[in-house]
């Protein structure tokens, strides 16, 4: 009996979780709706683009080169056996663009924003600020998540394709420069496979990832609890929820822009 009242008691402690999740999420949203473009939070949301955005690019970039580094020496033993060498750019840029390049700038952004947000947040929640904020009559949710939410939402689209750009030019150099691969083949193939939307596709995601980020972030650091040891398992957690809801949001939101790309367009197969 102890086994199932532990059971009931943690299963109705993930409900109510959820739940209050989604209230901080809706509160999120309708004051970034009323109050986002207020000369307030223009000013708020400087700080948060630079931190966001300009102090990612360079590990975005780097990690982007690789994975498209990574994936061209991976696939060339599978080309070489097909005799198809040349087709090497199909299949790198497609699988960077489409793929490899946002999911793997979200989960690492994730890391380094989500967890910078969770921690910054959770050191002031350890601290009474956003009591403080309450009790002068301000909205911390308006202070301090609606900024955070609204960098992310426009600047880990910039990210990814900064991280797609960079993982073609890895993917080029390892295929060109180490396998040989011929350079005019290497574009000529993947300009035929790869098309306008698939440039977006990523980028499209990458809105949705942005949001679950900030709003995972920032909730658990709002609700961390006292202490360091708190303050570092609110980061934990929010990491690994953030990896969790990326990829469960890659796999709805690419089924759903499939469906929409294939309503208006004929499924075409290059090979």
Not at 17 to 42: H, K, P, Y
Not at 199 to 225: E, H, M
Request: proline residues 3%.
């Amino acid at each position: 009996m102890n086994v199932i009242g532990q059971i009931g008691r943690r299963t109705y402690g993930r409900i109510e979780a959820f739940g209050d999740l989604c209230r901080f999420s809706g509160r999120s949203l309708g004051w970034l709706v009323s109050s986002a473009l207020t000369r307030r939070n223009l000013k708020l949301l400087m700080y948060q683009l630079y931190s966001v955005g300009v102090l990612s690019i360079p590990v975005v970039m780097i990690t982007g080169m690789f994975v498209g580094a990574v994936l061209a020496v991976q696939t060339v033993q599978q080309f070489k056996g097909i005799g198809m060498l040349s087709r090497m750019g199909t299949i790198v840029n497609l699988s960077v663009l489409r793929e490899l390049g946002p999911v793997l700038a979200g989960v690492l952004l994730a890391g380094r924003v989500g967890g910078g947000m969770t921690a910054e947040l959770g050191t002031m929640r350890v601290t009474e600020q956003i009591d403080a904020l309450w009790a002068m009559g301000s909205s911390p949710i308006r202070v301090l998540v609606v900024p955070r939410v609204m960098a992310c939402i426009l600047l880990i689209p910039i990210l990814v394709l900064y991280a797609n750009a960079m993982g073609i030019l890895g993917g080029y150099i390892v295929s060109v420069q180490i396998y040989e691969v011929n350079s005019s083949d290497f574009w000529r193939y993947a300009s035929q496979a790869v098309y306008v939307w698939d440039i977006f596709y990523g980028p499209i995601k990458s809105v949705f990832f942005g949001a679950a980020i900030s709003i995972i972030g920032c909730y658990k650091g709002f609700r961390c609890t006292s202490g360091a040891a708190g303050v570092g398992r609110a980061c934990t957690e929010s990491f690994v929820a953030s990896c969790v809801v990326i990829l469960a949001l890659d796999f709805f939101v690419g089924i759903a822009l499939n469906t929409i790309y294939n309503a208006f367009n004929p499924i075409e197969i290059v090979l």
